[in-house]
């Protein structure tokens, strides 16, 4: 009885061992440290089959908030950073862990709040509808994560004059999540809210939000690539890295990148300098 | 049996015993369980342990198995004090069965006892026919009945091949009958050479089964002799109550 | 996964990703709860035989790490299988490996600590017997597991339980990567954090529907081996 349970289980055993198998021999792959509003948006799912089907190399994809992903990169647990806040951006290049940074897309901020608009926000001036919002302590969810979006939300306060530091107080929430959680959070609590477009188009819970302020040129949002060193971190793959932010580039993954749409509508758009920033 | 290097397994050279029980105290706390006892045990007839409850029994047989060791005095198997006897086994009041068939124990049994797997099956077989269990062995052990449990507690000490074999009060909690199939098993046994060291409470018991009578009471030896001798003309008036059915204090 | 398809589509048509992420659940949580077992079992019972100065310590502390947060021990072990990290060389982090190391983790104690309690409670009816019988230590332990091994069911159906469940220590050690590490509680939190309730409920109810039929093989066998037992 004990041996052929024994046996049993060694079986089980092995068969798991195998069910792995396939996934440790894959044979190319590099892990991209990317930010949730991308994967959330959907874009890595239109784009990277194309690339995969090019060149066979498979692309891991790790969502993180932006400065989640640059600290993937020093630790060298990713072969490419992929996010959008140059100056943390410039930061990393700084300290020596990425190569070279190269404009890749973008697209833009929106504030979403409810329909309704109670604070009465709604138009096109950012820093007034921030001011509006602080004076009447409106609800307003934060990313509070570090992430691009967050880091872009923080400058906006300060350019209109605000230390939202000091000056906020039970209205403000930070939630320290992703973009999706962040909006599913104003839509439960009837809240204003910074995202970017790309999640926004691709976002299915919506509730009673909208859009109330768009268009301000201070709501651009740039995407930047870059390779992490391998000067820093030998194990990076640098061709296979190099690769994919070559291709990024590309007019081939620039037109790619413009291809991807939600209900016709483009969610980014490619902005590579032919020969690099 | 002994196993030897190269996993044969031999019969011991040396016999374990007389068993012999010089001036040997055991103290549970501040409690005297068994004061200076002295006892002979030799090959031969049964011996029967007898006297009321608490009068340490129970105490003496596990002493004897090694479950217990002593507080003062020494035990000496076949002469020898340096190394434990291996040819023993024990029969407890209320067998504790393993969760597995009846055939499943006994084959436990002979696994720790060293017998090769290759022998075992067929010595399973041998057990359960002289226990007479032979159509239960497929039977999860713990659905055996009292007697049949107790049998197969029997088979298993049986299969230790032992030299003496312990029992403490083995038909204390069984009916008549299965009273007399453990007792059959018994004499069997000691007919094959086996060493029978038994405390009962049946005096009727201890007339069929008994060559000699170890009478204890409050943890010592008051008498010891030939059992025709012991139950028909006592020496001590404390045994002389004891066999009358007076509760002996 | 295609996010127009509601759930009992994507289930009916057996779709290719969905079957990828339910077999990689299963394969995670099971060779995680066989790992688990394998050093769990001889571990509580070895604690439960075993008399050393200090195993009351030890007997607290063990039953006190079944409460472990998963999310500290995903961090602790993602720290760890960094490239930066002590064990960075193996290069585990984000894949499959990572993820069954710490669930292993996380269960060992939920199976260890009834283990211990089971088997100490049995070597107390068994004490005399096995003695008697000449038994050795790594004889005793073997003997009393697989004699308690009824009530060690349910105390390995904890242990798989748990790691079906969890999501914050292979969030963070696995990086919910698509058709890598993604797994059906990472997927319900991705699918949430979209907005995509309905499918991410669907997802839900086809895992608590897998745990459902696990603890029914489970039970079937623990109900055989009682019968066997007696």
Not at chain 1, 234 to 254: C, N, R
Request: charged share 20%; proline share 4%.
């Amino acid at each position: 009885m004990v041996s052929r349970l024994r046996k049993f289980v060694l079986a089980a055993l092995c068969g798991f061992t195998l069910g792995f198998a396939p996934a440790l021999s894959a044979d190319r792959s590099i892990v991209v440290a990317s930010t949730t509003s991308t994967e959330d948006s959907g874009l890595f799912g239109y784009l990277l089959p194309l690339f995969t089907a090019k060149t066979g190399i498979a692309v891991k994809v790790i969502a993180q908030g932006t400065g989640q992903a640059l600290d993937t990169g020093r630790r060298g647990d990713a072969d490419v950073v992929f996010v959008h806040a140059k100056a943390q951006e410039e930061k990393f290049l700084a300290e020596g862990f990425g190569v070279k940074r190269h404009d890749v897309m973008y697209n833009d901020f929106v504030l979403i709040g409810p329909k309704a608009d109670p604070a009465g926000v709604k138009g096109k001036d950012i820093e007034s509808a921030l001011k509006t919002i602080q004076t009447k302590e409106a609800p307003f969810i934060s990313r509070g994560d570090r992430s691009g979006t967050h880091t872009a939300e923080l400058a906006l306060w300060k350019q209109a004059g605000i230390d939202i530091e000091a000056g906020k107080g039970s209205w403000y929430r930070a939630i320290g999540q992703g973009m999706g959680a962040a909006l599913n959070t104003a839509s439960a609590l009837q809240a204003y809210v910074l995202s970017d477009r790309g999640t926004w188009i691709s976002f299915k819970n919506r509730g009673d939000l909208d859009i109330l302020v768009e268009g301000d040129k201070r709501l651009f949002n740039q995407y930047g690539v870059m390779l992490v060193n391998p000067e820093k971190h030998p194990t990076v793959k640098k061709d296979d890295g190099q690769a994919f932010v070559d291709w990024l580039i590309s007019p081939e993954g620039q037109a790619a990148i413009a291809g991807y749409k939600i209900d016709g509508q483009q969610l980014f758009f490619p902005d590579a300098e032919k020969k690099g920033s | 049996m002994v196993r030897a290097a190269g996993g044969l397994t031999v019969r011991a050279p040396v016999t374990d015993l007389p068993l012999v029980l010089d001036r040997v105290s055991l103290n549970a706390g501040a409690t005297r369980i068994l004061d200076r006892v002295s006892l002979t045990i030799t090959a031969g007839a049964p011996t029967l342990i007898v006297g009321p409850n608490g009068a340490g029994k129970t105490s003496l047989l596990r002493l004897c198995m090694g479950l217990l060791s002593p507080s003062a005095g020494a035990v000496t198997w076949g002469g020898r004090d340096d190394r434990a006897p291996v040819r023993r086994a024990i029969v407890f009041q209320r067998p504790v069965m393993l969760r597995r068939s009846a055939a499943q124990n006994i084959a436990y049994a002979l696994a720790q006892a060293g017998v090769p797997r290759h022998a075992r099956a067929a010595r399973v077989c041998e057990l359960l026919d002289r226990v007479g269990l032979a159509a239960l062995s497929g039977r999860p052990a713990r659905r055996l009945s009292g007697g049949e449990q107790q049998r197969l507690a029997l088979a298993r000490a049986l299969a230790r091949d032992p030299e003496i074999l312990l029992l403490d009060e083995p038909t204390a909690s069984l009916d008549p009958a299965a009273s007399r199939a453990v007792e059959e098993i018994v004499l069997r046994a000691a007919q094959g050479g086996i060493k029978i060291v038994m405390a009962s409470h049946d005096l009727g018991q201890v007339r069929r089964l008994a060559g000699d009578v170890v009478f204890m009471l409050r943890g010592t030896v008051r008498e010891q002799g030939r059992a025709a001798d012991f139950l028909d003309h006592p020496s001590t008036s404390e045994a002389n109550s004891f066999l009358r059915g007076d509760l002996v204090i | 996964m295609s996010d127009e398809l509601s759930a009992w589509q994507l289930i009916i048509g057996l779709d290719p990703a969905l079957l990828a992420i339910v077999r990689l659940s299963l394969a995670v949580s099971l060779s995680a709860l066989a790992l688990a077992a394998l050093i769990g079992l001889p571990l509580g019972a070895m604690l439960a035989l075993l008399r050393f100065p200090g195993r009351p310590v030890f007997v607290v502390l063990l039953n006190a790490l079944m409460g472990l947060p998963p999310v500290v021990v995903g961090l602790a072990v993602y720290l760890l299988l960094s490239r930066s990290g002590p064990l960075g060389a193996f290069g585990l982090l984000f894949t499959p490996t990572a993820m069954v190391i710490a669930q292993t983790i996380i269960i060992i104690p939920i199976i260890a600590a009834p283990t211990r309690q089971t088997v100490e409670d049995l070597w107390h009816e068994y004490r005399d017997e096995l003695i008697a019988m000449d038994v050795g230590p790594i004889g005793r332990m073997m003997t009393l597991l697989w004699d308690a091994r009824v009530s060690l069911f349910t105390a390995v159906l904890a242990g798989f339980g748990r790691a079906a469940a969890e999501v914050g220590a292979v969030m963070i050690v696995g990086g919910n990567i698509e058709g890598f590490t993604r797994t059906m509680t990472t997927a319900v939190v991705l699918e949430t954090s979209k907005g995509n309730l309905p499918l991410a409920m669907g997802l839900g109810i086809i895992l608590v529907a897998m745990v459902i039929a696990i603890n029914a093989v489970v039970w079937t066998t623990r109900a055989w081996s009682a019968r066997q037992a007696g």
